[in-house]
């Protein structure tokens, strides 16, 4: 969400976006991992944390109805290149119209290496993630080795969890650092329902 929604004009959009976001929560519960969409809050503290300078080819993987995809946009300097993606057609459908200048692509986060190479991007120096794949059991380092081969070498991984997952000594960081380094959680965002909190790691 970006920072018009501060304005006292915009203050009703979350709550008609999240029609559709809790629809396909129901429908997906552990595809979606959320039932409401993202507060403007959490998206400024997580976006804080990563690795936005110097970024040219930005990637994210779950982008849902474009909470952190419209604030993205806005934060990116004018030449970088940005995809996002996501599996769900109705998220896909609302995100194209919230954020019509941004390449957006409906597929799986497992199809991200030929979806890169489909536009023939730049090497990808940032991936921000949404998607719940701490509760993918077996396909958990398959999602974060896709993520890895994608990434250029110094490339960051930022990815959103609940609070209580990401700490810097638990089982997500150690997951992450099967195929990152310097693995290190940010701030808990606790203005957001469940408190989230970022996971921001390199591929080294």
Do not use: K, Y
């Not at 990637?59 to 996501?86: D, F, H, N, W, Y």
């Amino acid at each position: 969400m970006s920072r018009m929604d501060h304005d006292g004009a915009a203050t009703a959009r979350p709550r008609r976006e999240n029609g559709p976001f809790a629809g396909e929560f129901f429908r997906h519960p552990v595809r979606s991992g959320a039932v409401t969409e993202t507060t403007t809050d959490c998206v400024n503290g997580f976006l804080d944390e990563a690795r936005l300078d110097g970024a040219r080819t930005v990637v994210e993987l779950g982008a849902g109805s474009g909470a952190i995809t419209a604030e993205l946009a806005t934060r990116l300097p004018e030449p970088a290149q940005l995809l996002a993606v996501e599996v769900s057609p109705a998220l896909t459908a609302r995100l194209r119209t919230r954020c019509p200048d941004v390449d957006v692509a409906c597929a799986s986060a497992f199809d991200l290496p030929e979806l890169v190479r489909e536009r023939d991007l730049p090497p990808v120096d940032l991936i921000v993630c949404s998607v719940p794949w701490t509760v993918m059991g077996e396909e958990r380092d398959r999602f974060l080795s896709t993520a890895r081969a994608t990434l250029s070498d110094g490339g960051a991984f930022s990815t959103l969890l609940v609070a209580h997952r990401a700490r810097d000594s638990g089982v997500a960081a150690s997951w992450v650092g099967r195929h990152f380094t310097d693995v290190r959680a940010g701030r808990v965002q606790w203005r957001n329902l469940p408190p989230l909190r970022g996971l921001h790691a390199h591929a080294g």
